[in-house]
Every structure is written in C-alpha cells, then in structure tokens.
Nanobody
Framework: QVQLVESGGGLVQAGGSLRLSCAAS????????VGWFRQAPGKEREFVAA??????????ADSVSVKGRFIISRDNAKNTVYLQINGLSPEDTAVYYC??????????????????WGRGTQVTVSS
C-alpha cells in the first residue's frame, strides 16, 4: 500500500490561509484516489475533499463551512496532493488526515472506503 505523510499544518490566525501537503511513496500513486478528512476534538472524523486519480474531478463536503474555502489538487509528477484552506476560522481547528484508495471507486467520500491513512497534521486557528 501507499505510504502517506501530511505536512503544512500549524497555528494561524482567523482569516488566514494554509496549504496542506500529502506526500505519497510508491510508483503507483496515479492509481489512487486521494481524500482529506479532519477530526476536531471530541468529534467524529469528517470528510473534507477528495480528488480522482488523474486530478480531473474533485468532490467537497456539502457543509457550508467547507464549500468555497477548500481547494484540493494533486501533482502526480511529485506524488503529492494539496489542500488549500482559505478564510480559516476556529471551527477549522482539527487534525487533518490524508487518505488514499485504489479500489477503483472514482472519488470515495466515506472513511471506510479508504485503506491507507497518514498520521495527520494539526491545524489550529486562533480567534
């Protein structure tokens, strides 16, 4: 399975931006759809965004708080997926996880559909 390592998290002020990166090992990265999930303290892990194997299609969580502020993209030449987050608010404070799936589902959006997970990167937004 592919190994995933997230980076780019940190402490930012409300209104700021971050770009999270997910670096994948292995030569078969282009066979994996990739997603981002997040988990806030005391809450369940929730889907944020996902991108298809070739990067042509993306899906975002339906929540109003995500749409328009999060942008997922991938660079297969670098084996990396990015999550750009703009207009950060304290409600975005969470551990952000990168995950990958090569079962053939175009863009999985449920956690159980993903087999490979990174360890996460902490995003903390101060008010």
């Amino acid at each position: 399975q592919v190994q995933l390592v997230e980076s780019g998290g940190g402490l930012v002020q409300a209104g700021g931006s971050l770009r999270l990166s997910c670096a994948a090992s292995g030569r078969t990265f282009t066979t994996y759809a990739v997603g981002w999930f997040r988990q806030a303290p005391g809450k369940e892990r929730e889907f944020v965004a996902a991108v298809s194997r070739n990067g042509a299609r993306t899906v975002y969580a339906d929540s109003v708080s995500v749409k328009g502020r999060f942008i997922i993209s991938r660079d297969n030449a670098k084996n990396t997926v990015y999550l750009q987050i703009n207009g950060l608010s304290p409600e975005d404070t969470a551990v952000y996880y990168c995950t990958a799936d090569n079962s053939g589902v175009l863009i999985p959006t449920r956690a159980y559909e993903y087999a490979s997970w990174g360890r996460g990167t902490q995003v903390t937004v101060s008010s």
